[in-house]
Structure formats: C-alpha cells, structure tokens
C-alpha cells in the first residue's frame, strides 16, 4: 500500500517535471521560466548535499566552495582539453569529492558551530584560489564556453549537440530536471538503506554509535563526499548554461542559501531542499517589485517561517494528514 | 576458566592527577566482575580505558590476548568488547526497535554499497537483524513498547534499551556502566536478574562499575575494589566485605554501607 503510494506520487512528479510545466510554459509563452526552473534544479541538487550533511549532525556552510571548484573543473576540461562537457560533468563531482576528502578529514572533527564556521570560510577561500591560480585566468574568468556537445557511444548519439537544437533552454531544463530526479533518487536511497540509518544513528549521538562498531570518521567523510559531489556536478551544469565562470559565480551568499533551503523545506524530508530552493528561489523574485525593501522583507518572512514552522514546509503534511 | 580480558599495569594521568594508578585484574570468560570504590575512585575513567574511549598514559589491555588499548573504539567493539553508558545513552529519535536493529551494524555481510543497492544478501542481512531484535526485545521484555520513540521513555526502559544495544553487536564482553544508578529495589532486582540471565543464557561476560552494594554482593562472581585511582582489594564478594581496607575506604559510612 505504502510502496503504491510512492511510486503514485513518484509518477506524477516525473509527469509534472517533464509533461505538464513544458507544457504550461508553452502555453503561456513565459520562456523565460526555463532559465528560472533550470536554475531551480540544479540549485537544489547542491542544496540536496548540504541535507546530506544536516543528516549526519553537521551544519554545512561551504557548499558554494565545491560548486566552484566543479564549475572550474568542467570549465577548464572542457576549454582546454575539449573535453565533452558530459564527461566533465562526473569528473567535476568525482573531483569535488576527493577535495572534500581531504578537507573532510581534519575539519569533520569538529562539531555544531565549529565545524559549521570553517565551513563558512571555505567558499571565500574558493573564491580567492580562483582570483589567484593562474589556471583560472584571476577576475576575467572563463568565458564562451561552448555549449554542450553530442554524447556519443559506439557511434549512436545519446545526447545531440546543444548547439545544433533549436531550443537549447529546453535542453538545458530536462538536463538539469534529469540530474535532479537522478541526485534525488540517489538521496532516498542513501536514507533508507542501512547507510542512511547509520548516518542517523551519527546524528543522534556519535559516541553510542562507536560503541556499536561504527567506524564514525569514515562514515563522515563518505557523507561529506558525496555531499561535495551533488555540489560539483550542480556547479558544472551551472556553468554550461551560463557559458562562463567568475571567481564570483558561487559565493559565501549562495553556500547560505544552500543551508536556509534545507532548512526551509525540512530537515527531516528528502523532498525537503528541493522544496526549500523553488520557495526561496520564487519567493526571492516576486519580492523583486518591492526595490530596496526586497532584503527586509524576505528576511523577515524567513524568521517567522522558521518560528512558525521549525521543521520546513513539508511538516505541514504531517500535521495535517497521516502521510509522512 | 580461561582469562579473557587482562588489565595490566594500566594508568591514566590528566596532568597532574593521576585519575588510574597502575591497575591490574583479569576477567575470566563467563564471569560477572564488579568494579566499586567511592566517588572519585577512579571507575569510571579505568572503564573508558578498558573500551579504549581513553587513551592509557600506561599500560595495556588485552582481549583474549590481543592488545584492544589505545584502539579506535569502533575497532574494540568490532572485536567484541563493548560499552554501556552510564547515562540514557541511545539514539533519541529512534524507536526501541529501530535502535536495536541500526545497532546490529557489526552483524552485516554485505557492504554499505550492497545495502544501497539492495543486493540479496543484503536483504538476508535486513531480515537477520529484524529476527534478531526480536529476539532480544524479548529476551529484555520490551515488547510493549517495542514502536515507542525512545525519546519518550522513562528510566528504567532507557536503561534496558542501553543494554539491548549492546546485547546487538552479540559482544563477548559487555561494560556496564552503573547498570543499577537512579532505580529503586524493585527496578534494581530486575536489572540484577536480566544481567545474569545475559550471562547464563546468551554466555556474555559482564564487567560492571557500580555504586550500589548489595546489589554488587548479589550479583558478582569478584569484586575489584578502587580508592583514589588503586587497587585495594579484589575477590569474591564475601571476601570484600570482610577486607579491613575496604571498610576504611568507606570509612564515615560505616560498616553498614557494603554490608548487606
């Protein structure tokens, strides 16, 4: 009953992502959404690695750091070595992960805001190795980067030339909405199988869980990885829409609105940083029309959410129903 | 019976305090051993040497004689000597049965990636633990609240559940730490019987540091007795009460206080 439940829902998600809003953009001929929602996925695919360190009890603020870092990585492969930008997509995140292991390992030591601090440093520290590398041409970044090209195995096309289509930003939308249903399902998994359970059982006390055979430094280092990972590959796809990259492209204001999206769908719901990211992404630009009161505004309707629901958005479904 | 574990010669200082002062015992395989000693003897600290949540300033501890001191904890327990705290340790926002399973992690075959990809010998493993929590809700008569959020229990069940933890990573040797703090006569009768029927039925050796005396007298094979980081004595329960070091030790509590 349950499993129907959730394949049911799983169903009309897939529908609404690649049916129902191309449709209803097509409709309205409000073209400019796409950038908007391709932007929206893959935002909350890094937002998605931040929940995954909110899950084994660490407060990450420094997401935007591996964003950057893959971005560069796609970039530079792709300008330099003319490298297929689908190549460098998991390359990005395979090396964001292994950056991530080695700052992992001496910082996942510390705890609660400790841990969350160096986080924080860590994005301007990005940024100012991308000012500073000669690899990453300083301030002038790396521009025209050209768009996506075919995906070829064996000779059959998987994925044909961005270039070459009449609607890239179509394109562009059902590649991000394709990462994001992938990172997601990923996600749901981790939670439910024992590995989500043992990051749980971190969370909730770190010293029981080592008393039970927990090797919890690895466990820690494994979640932060894979965490990092969603970031790079979220920074690359970034990157091919924008078609260049600044040492200011993700900065420490992105690595916090990576956090308040977690916090704003709900810490306790896999759904919840893909939630949090559309309302805060929206909720962003239709304060837009305020001008200078924009900041004002939102941030107080940030804390009155937070005080009138500490545990997302997604905890209304269960005051209201059953369902969880 | 065979020596399991071996304590020798193990201190720990802290600067200048030595908390442990060159501590030797043994605990035979099958035996319930108490560590006592009044507050600030040192139990608590020799009891985190032993599980390796310390690093020892001195000395070493052997399980079947394989050094286990200065080890990752995690490693300790995966070779079979694991903790209690002394505090309602447990996962809060788990359920009781929830607990037990998550805690059967040194039990699985299959690996992290397996269980992600849920291959079928990971799913045997699932089932494996399921029948095993059962098994051991029933063993600790915590079927009733079995579905209880374990933040919502009381001490006495808190207590139960620590153990029930332990008891899932199937140790050879189990540390209690104060198994008995906070339970009135009635809680700590039951708590007496289920520590022996651990050893009696599931052939789990028991050390355990205690304040509370004659529930130590009834349940110890031995007894090691600690002041200010030493050894003062150790034997069987009939023997301590008698030993004129002890007695001085708690001396201002009288006679009374180990007698039973």
Redesign the interface.
């Known amino acids: 009953m349950q499993k129907n439940s959730l394949i049911f829902s799983t169903g009309v998600f897939l529908l609404g992502v690649y049916v129902a809003v191309p449709l209803a953009i097509a409709t309205s001929e409000r073209f400019d959404l796409y950038y908007t929602l391709t932007a929206v996925a893959l935002l909350s695919i890094a937002s998605a690695g931040v929940w995954l360190t909110f899950y084994i009890g660490r407060i990450n603020i420094g997401q935007g750091a591996y964003s950057l870092v893959g971005g560069y990585v796609s970039a530079l492969l792709v300008t330099q070595t003319n490298m297929s930008f689908w190549w460098t997509l998991p390359i990005a995140g395979a090396f964001c992960a292994l950056l991530s292991v080695l700052i992992g390992l001496p910082i996942l030591r510390l705890r609660g805001v400790y841990f969350a601090m160096v986080t924080l440093v860590l994005t301007e520290v990005a940024r100012l190795c991308a000012l500073a590398l000669p690899i990453t041409s300083g301030a002038k970044g790396i521009t025209s980067i050209p768009l996506p090209s075919a995906l070829k195995i064996f000779g059959i096309t998987l994925i044909p030339d961005f270039s070459s289509l009449a609607n890239p930003k179509l394109a562009f939308y059902f590649m991000a909405v394709t990462m994001m249903v992938v990172a997601y399902a990923v996600l749901w998994?981790?939670v439910h199988?024992?590995?989500g359970?043992?990051c749980?059982?971190l969370q909730?006390?770190e010293?029981?869980a080592?008393?039970?055979?927990?090797?919890?430094?690895w466990l820690r280092v494994?979640a932060y990885s894979i965490s990092s990972f969603f970031g790079g590959i979220a920074g690359a796809g970034f990157i091919a829409i924008s078609q260049s990259i600044y040492p200011s492209s993700f900065q420490s204001t992105d690595s916090v609105n990576f956090m308040l999206n977690c916090f704003l769908g709900g810490l306790g719901y896999v759904m919840g940083p893909m939630l949090g990211t559309l309302l805060l992404y929206f909720g962003w630009d239709l304060l837009f029309s305020t001008g200078r009161f924009q900041l004002l505004i939102y941030s107080t309707l940030m804390i009155l959410l937070m005080l009138w629901l500490p545990n997302g958005v997604l905890s209304l479904m269960d005051r209201k129903g059953d369902r969880k | 019976m065979s020596i399991l574990l071996e304590i020798k010669g193990v201190s720990k200082r802290f600067g200048g305090l030595t908390a442990v002062n060159n501590i030797s015992f043994h605990v035979s395989e099958g035996e319930i051993l108490s560590v006592i000693g009044p507050n600030g003897a040192g139990k608590s600290t020799l009891f985190k040497l032993i599980a390796s949540f310390l690093p020892t300033s001195q000395g070493e501890v052997f399980l079947r004689g394989e050094r286990i001191s200065n080890l990752a904890p995690h490693t300790v327990a995966r070779k079979g000597l694991v903790r209690t705290f002394q505090e309602a340790t447990i996962f809060r926002s788990m359920t009781v049965r929830e607990n037990i399973i998550v805690a059967h992690h040194l039990r699985s075959r299959a690996s992290l990636l397996g269980f992600f990809l849920d291959t079928r010998l990971a799913a045997s493993d699932e089932a494996a633990f399921a029948e095993s929590a059962d098994n051991i809700i029933e063993f600790l008569g915590l079927g009733a609240i079995r579905d209880e959020l374990a933040s919502t229990l009381p001490q006495g069940h808190l207590r139960a559940l620590g153990m029930a933890i332990g008891l899932a990573t199937h140790p050879t040797v189990l540390l209690l730490d104060e198994p008995f703090a906070g339970m009135n006569h009635d809680e700590t009768m039951h708590m007496v019987t289920l520590v022996r029927r651990l050893r009696d039925e599931r052939g789990v050796t028991v050390l355990l540091v205690e304040h509370d005396m004659p529930a130590v007298m009834k349940i110890s094979d031995r007894i090691v007795v600690l002041n200010f980081g030493e050894k003062i004595a150790e034997g069987t329960p009939a023997q301590i009460q008698s030993n004129p070091k002890v007695i001085e030790a708690y001396l201002g509590a009288e006679d009374a206080a180990i007698g039973l």
């Open positions: 998994r981790i199988s024992r590995l359970h043992l749980r059982s909730q006390n010293e029981l080592s008393s039970i055979g927990v090797n919890t430094a494994l």
